[in-house]
Antibody, heavy 124, light 113 residues
Framework: QLQLQESGPGLVKPSETLSLICTVS??????????WGWIRQPPGKGLEWIGS???????YYNPSLKSRVTISLDTSKNQFSLKLSSVTAADTAVYYC????????????????WGQGTLVTVSS | DIVMAQSPDSLAVSLGERATINCKSS????????????LAWYQQKPGQPPKLLIY???TRESGVPDRFSGSGSGTDFTLSISSLQAEDVAVYYC?????????FGQGTKVEIK
């Protein structure tokens, strides 16, 4: 059974960089047909897709965050990471990592496995 | 961006009754070349991550009870729970994957009346 687990600091200061890691077990992030993505959810609010990456390096980012976001994969550790720079209080959210299905080889579609999420608070 | 609008924001349904959630996209998510609607539904229970229920607008994910069904095409979609159970209390989200950025509806909270 595929499992994803987010890890990283729960508190980040304004203007600093938020860094999270997602560790995948029960499957390889180098598998074809899957991107690996990040989604966030501010407390009490809805879901916002941040970005997704394929093991080959193909990456999609949400244009609203693109200038501040970097997603990378470490296939040797079966992990992928998120970096979000210049954070403000508006970036306070539960951050989820998820597997992003791509059966077409053209673009990913829906998210079929999710981590439990980690709350990141931006505050001084 | 494709905007996804769900209605209602919340609803209360008696146990065993039908619950119906609507999702409307700001442009069609039907891809004409394969006649597929690029829409998924998720269920999120308190303190848990979202769980995939339905994709391609009407295909149930493995293990999802058959009381959950999806329908619709183009810009208008519906998630139905045919006989509401206590464990179905959750927030439900639709998501389009027709094009990037992938976007979600604002969510519909389902409660027991």
């Amino acid at each position: 059974q595929l499992q994803l687990q987010e890890s990283g600091p729960g508190l980040v200061k304004p203007s600093e960089t938020l860094s999270l890691i997602c560790t995948v077990s029960g499957g390889s992030i180098s598998s074809s047909s899957y991107y690996w993505g990040w989604i966030r959810q501010p407390p009490g609010k809805g879901l916002e897709w941040i970005g997704s990456m394929y093991y080959s390096g193909s990456t999609y980012y949400n244009p609203s965050l693109k200038s501040r976001v970097t997603i990378s994969l470490d296939t040797s550790k079966n992990q992928f990471s998120l970096k979000l720079s210049s954070v403000t209080a508006a970036d306070t959210a539960v951050y989820y990592c998820a597997r992003h299905i791509d059966t077409s080889g053209y673009q990913p579609y829906y998210f079929d496995y999710w981590g439990q999420g980690t709350l990141v608070t931006v505050s001084s | 961006d494709i905007v996804m609008a769900q209605s209602p924001d919340s609803l209360a349904v008696s146990l065993g009754e039908r619950a119906t959630i609507n999702c409307k996209s700001s442009q069609s998510v039907l891809y004409n070349s394969n006649n597929k609607n690029y829409l998924a539904w998720y269920q999120q229970k308190p303190g848990q991550p979202p769980k995939l229920l339905i994709y391609w607008a009407s295909t149930r994910e493995s293990g999802v009870p058959d009381r959950f069904s999806g329908s619709g095409s183009g810009t208008d979609f519906t998630l139905s729970i045919s006989s509401l159970q206590a464990e179905d209390v959750a927030v439900y989200y639709c998501q389009q994957y027709y094009n990037t950025p992938w976007t979600f509806g604002q969510g519909t909270k389902v409660e027991i009346k």
